[in-house]
């Protein structure tokens, strides 16, 4: 069975950081591409970042510079180091994992940017 399982989030500052993580099973991590996407109240998922198998990394243009994707493979976890934040990236983050026509979502995790 396939589990990715976000960890966390939760309420900060303005200009504060969090470090979401997201641990997986039931897949063999090392060729998975990996994923955060975003989704905030009344507005369509968004991504954020992804990683590939290999290490390169891609982020949506609002959080260069502000946001690192990185993976542990021997740990089969990626994160999300976000600094910098503002009230705008308050939204569910969401863990993705995909492989040619496997594609998994986790359940999420609030992250609230508010003074």
């Known amino acids: 069975q396939v589990q990715l399982v976000e960890s966390g989030g939760g309420l900060v500052q303005p200009g504060g950081s969090l470090r979401l993580s997201c641990a997986t099973s039931g897949i063999i991590f090392s060729i998975y591409a990996m994923g955060w996407y975003r989704q905030a109240p009344g507005k369509q998922r968004e991504l954020v970042a992804t990683?590939?198998?290999?290490?390169?990394?891609n982020y949506v243009d609002s959080v260069k510079g502000r946001f690192t994707i990185s993976r542990d493979n021997d740990k089969k976890t990626v994160n999300l180091q976000m600094n910098s934040l503002k009230p705008e990236d308050t939204a569910v983050y969401y863990c993705?994992?995909?492989?040619?026509?496997?594609?998994?979502w986790g359940q999420g995790t609030q992250v609230t940017v508010s003074s």
């Open positions: 993705n994992a995909y492989w040619g026509r496997m594609n998994y």
């Open positions: 990683i590939t198998s290999g290490g390169s990394t």
